[in-house]
């Protein structure tokens, strides 16, 4: 199987919800720099806060994802909202 066949989705149609986009290092700080292009394409500026969310699987961190926390927020707020609506 080809890298292009294994990053397929359904049926052999391309996936476009994931992709690797850099490979990043970490400093001895453990800061790590997003590049320019992926900054402009997030539409992420200095000051902004970004979530990490983590993913594990057999009990070790296998994976992480950054999103804007603004965006974390609405998004919390989508789900609970109308729940928290019909406890009140």
Do not use: F, H, N, W
């Amino acid at each position: 199987m080809t890298a292009k066949e294994a990053a397929a989705g359904p049926g052999g149609a391309p996936a476009s919800c994931c992709r690797v986009e850099s490979v990043l290092s970490i400093d001895e700080r453990g800061q790590m720099v997003l590049p320019k292009e992926l900054r402009k394409r997030m539409g992420v500026e200095t000051g902004d806060k970004l979530a990490v969310v983590s993913y594990e699987s057999g009990g070790e961190v296998c994976c992480i994802a950054l999103i804007k926390a603004d965006a974390l927020t609405e998004m919390v707020k989508d789900l609970l909202g109308p729940v928290m609506k019909e406890i009140l």
